[in-house]
């Protein structure tokens, strides 16, 4: 059982944005600002999208952005593309005895 | 360009050892960073197993732990995963990771990821 709550799935069109949320707890999501979200294709390794909660590793596309409010992350996907449709995990330190933890994941469904 | 491989047996017997290997290219494990492993079973989600800095310093989740060993190799560039007593729930696809560690929690370049079967 994932620590992180994701929703099983979002759906959007192309164009539209969409949000995927991570909710957590004080101990991890609402604590500490070392959220993390990745995109995994079928058959792919995951990809580092999103780091400390808002920032983006070179090369990723200014299109997705991250935010917080209390025990609940989120991230943004906004003028959708079908090569958006993947699985997005959620990632967090937590002060509890396994620092790290993942959301379930959601799966992304571009109409 | 950072680069990770995963090698090791794709099946592995009940109550064996499970031993897998994590090539780095592009990057020397002794300039820092940790290093570590997440695992992916069929048709479900990402689960942490453990990051080991080039020290020796290692850090599991607790879940794993009596039966995780994370060790490193400088001379090779290479770290490895040991998981003793498996069983069919950890089939799984296992990857290696660079890991951002104190001051920074995530997973900046990742291995292709390798399949390991426990089945007798």
């Known amino acids: 059982q994932s620590a992180l709550t994701q929703p099983a799935s979002v759906s959007g069109s192309p164009g539209q944005s969409i949000t995927i949320s991570c909710t957590g707890t004080?101990?991890?999501?609402?604590?500490?600002?070392?959220v993390s979200w990745y995109q995994q294709h079928p058959g792919k390794a995951p990809k580092l999208m999103i780091y400390d909660v808002s920032n983006r590793p070179s090369g990723v596309s200014n299109r997705f952005s991250g935010s917080k409010s209390g025990n609940t992350a989120s991230l943004t996907i906004s003028g959708l593309q079908a090569e958006d449709e993947a699985d997005y995990y959620c990632?967090?330190?937590?002060?509890?005895?396994?620092?790290?933890?993942f959301g379930g994941g959601t799966k992304l469904t571009v109409l | 360009q950072v680069q990770l491989q995963e090698s090791g047996p794709g099946l592995v017997k009940p109550s064996e050892t499970l031993s897998l290997t994590c090539t780095v290219s592009g990057y020397s494990i002794s300039s820092g960073y940790y290093w570590g492993w997440i695992r992916q079973p069929p048709g479900k989600g990402l689960e942490w197993i453990g990051s080991i800095y080039h020290s020796g310093t290692t850090y599991y989740n607790v879940s794993l732990k009596s039966r995780v060993t994370i060790s490193v190799d400088t001379s090779k560039n290479q770290f490895s995963l040991k998981l003793s007593s498996v069983t069919a729930a950890d089939t799984a696809v296992y990857y290696c990771a660079r890991t951002l560690w104190f001051g920074a929690y995530y997973f900046d370049y990742w291995g292709q990821g390798t399949l390991v079967t426990v089945s007798s």
């Open positions: 990632s967090s330190y937590t002060s509890s005895s396994t620092p790290l933890g």
């Open positions: 004080s101990s991890d999501v609402g604590g500490y600002n070392y």
